[in-house]
């Protein structure tokens, strides 16, 4: 499913126009992506939370040209569905 296909959903569920309801998501999508970037976490009772993993330090071999690299710790989003969602996909 799309931006535009959840866009399109929501608008016809609600009634609401297509404009505000983009308007909406993508200020969602923002303050997802600005939380996570601060590195606080941002949790949705019965849908999941978005969170920040640590990645360790680790050593990767670039096979071409038969070398060692360092690939040093970092941040990566993540998401974690909550129990009651996980149930229903299920």
Not at 51 to 65: D, G, H, M, P, Q
Request: hydrophobic share 40%; glycine share 6%; net charge positive.
């Amino acid at each position: 499913m799309t931006k535009a296909e959840v866009v399109n959903e929501i608008a016809k569920t609600t009634g609401v126009n297509k404009e505000v309801v983009l308007n909406t998501v993508e200020a969602f999508m923002e303050s997802v992506k600005g939380s996570l970037a601060k590195g606080e976490n941002v949790y949705l009772r019965g849908f999941g939370s978005f969170i920040v993993k640590k990645r360790a330090e680790k050593t990767a071999r670039n096979i071409s040209k038969n070398t060692t690299i360092t690939i040093p710790e970092h941040n990566i989003p993540a998401f974690k569905p909550s129990k009651e969602f996980m149930g229903q996909v299920k």
